[in-house]
């Protein structure tokens, strides 16, 4: 008759390795917890730097409407009018 696990004694060495995965699964927990917290920061400032580019560009573009309302106006009402042709009758 076959023994059964639970009566079977421990293979050598089995406690050592459990130990040994034990502790490189805390060892990632931890690599994952620091690479999700540059992932963040990286992000953060990737976002940051995102922001301040498009008020530069907003500024830059409040810039040339105010020296040339009328150009603006005009391509204003150009582009309003060629959206209205692209989507009439959609």
Sequence with gaps: MAARDADMPPAPG???DLKHIKAHIASLREDLE???GDAARVGHHQFDRMQ???NAAAAGFADVV???P???LAI???VGFLYGVLTWGR
């Design 52 to 54: 301040s580019t498009a």
């Design 14 to 16: 089995l406690d050592e």
């Design 66 to 68: 105010r020296r040339n």
């Design 34 to 36: 620091t690479l999700a």
């Design 76 to 78: 204003a009402a150009g």
């Design 70 to 72: 009328l150009s603006a």
